[in-house]
DNA sequence: CTTACTTTATGATTAAGATCATAAAATGAA
DNA sequence: TTCATTTTATGATCTTAATCATAAAGTAAG
């Protein structure tokens, strides 16, 4: 994340996006940087028969999109809109010049694409290698690790996210999520309250 | 790829390692920068079953494992030999100086690591989605795209890959593999002459 | 408050790829 | 040049998650 007032100064203007609103297509070139100011975004893809995949959910303060500013190549994924959202558009150029000038936020993108590159990384080997319930529970500990804040009450995580996003997260369908959650209460893996996942 | 030159300067060593041998295990902290010098390194996971998903193959001049060296993770997969080979290795606090000393191989890691988050994403998407003949294709065309030099007679492609590893690559079984590739050539997709696959 | 839509839920059936079994080539080491 | 291992190959069967069908709860908009 840069810091918004930085963003502003370099350029940046803050663009609203209505739920289900696309900021970007899959294989179109990449111009800008973007961050979330408020809301949130989704990158994903679709294959033929419409199942979609979702690569990642950026909140409040997280960078996406940035790989194809860094090489040659076009984007990967789409990148949609999950609910109303204001997001800082930079444009390329001049987030290239900000990196330039500024090398601890370049170490921080580093940093950040490394990271990104080990969530991809063991997600790709579960989805190919493990069954429904393992890969579940990787998503969930992914997701409570990156939103759970030091000040939150971390005895049990609330899951913020629907069995669709999470059957679009493991490559599942909801029919097998619903099932496979069942089951990890069952198991003691987590627990569900009206409704709400907690882990 | 850093120069040899500028490696064995900055004070790496060259291991030896043999066919099978491993370099590191999932989950060690990383204490060394990768460099294939000659031979080939492959990066893989097993599951509980000894299932296996390969998460890349380096040859000559790749480097692997980087990383966990710019942010604070331990390696997601284990790294072996897949044939007798020859590795640059280079301590954490080398490489990391060597970056600082010249931006310009910063920057090219930054592109290497944006362009493996781009197959990444790629192949996390195919494999949830996508049927075994359209996740082959894509691995064979990345290999390709990988492999191909100009110079190389690019009519078409010869694909050292045998069907055991295109499964691991995938997240197949070997059967299906050989299956798809049967029917891929029917389909006039890729050729077999004397069971080796060109694409 | 009603209507439309989303989300969660559950049972029955199906299909695709995994698994199992077996073997012939090909490769490589002794 | 023999033996062991790896690789490619093919048919039969099985299993698991997908698919299909249907519906109740919950949520949001007008």
Known sequence: MINPKKLRDAGAILKNYKRGEVLFYEDAIARYYYQV????????????????????IFAKGKSFGEPPLFADFTYP????????SKVWQLPKDKFLKLLEENPEIHHKFTSTLALRLYYKAIMVSEISTQEPEHRILR??????KNNTTDKTDSLSYKVELTRQQLADL??????????????LEQKGELSIKNRKVYR
């Open 37 to 56: 100011d408020q809301g949130e975004v989704k990158m994903n893809n679709y294959n033929q028969e419409g199942k979609e995949y979702i690569q990642g």
């Open 77 to 84: 994924a789409n990148a949609e809109a999950i609910i109303d």
């Open 139 to 144: 998503i969930l500990d992914y997701f409570k």
């Open 170 to 183: 493991t490559g599942l369908r909801v029919e097998t999520v619903i099932r496979s959650i069942k089951k």
